[in-house]
Nanobody, 115 residues
Framework: MRLEESGGGLVQSGASLTLSCAASEIFVRRSRMDWYRQAPRKSRDLVASIDVDDSTKYATSVEGRFTISKDNEKNIVYLQMNNLKPEDTAVYYC??????????WGPGTQVTVSS
């Protein structure tokens, strides 16, 4: 089982990025899928979730700017991030709702937003 995030980068404030998470041997159609982020010296926090029925939830700090989606056929989860702010700077990780309990994380992808 594997999760691999991609799509991060260095952007200016107000820019957009789309992150991707490719899942291997984890079927995104069968699990709630989450995006987390971890800024330096801070905890890893839940940012967005998409459930098996495609319902979504967001942290207050990203509501209205980020959109989580998934492609069940490709087994990929996306995070569209608009109007990025310096406080969005972090390493972003995806997870299935159960995968953190077994310590399964991908390498993450770095997002850096300059002011």
């Amino acid at each position: 089982m594997r999760l691999e995030e991609s799509g991060g980068g260095l952007v200016q404030s107000g820019a957009s990025l789309t992150l991707s998470c490719a899942a291997s041997e984890i079927f995104v159609r069968r699990s709630r899928m989450d995006w987390y982020r971890q800024a330096p010296r801070k905890s890893r926090d839940l940012v967005a979730s998409i459930d098996v029925d495609d319902s979504t939830k967001y942290a207050t700090s990203v509501e209205g700017r980020f959109t989580i989606s998934k492609d069940n056929e490709k087994n990929i989860v996306y995070l569209q991030m608009n109007n990025l702010k310096p406080e969005d700077t972090a390493v972003y990780y995806c997870a299935a709702d159960w995968s953190p309990t077994i310590g399964l994380w991908g390498p993450g992808t770095q997002v850096t937003v300059s002011s």
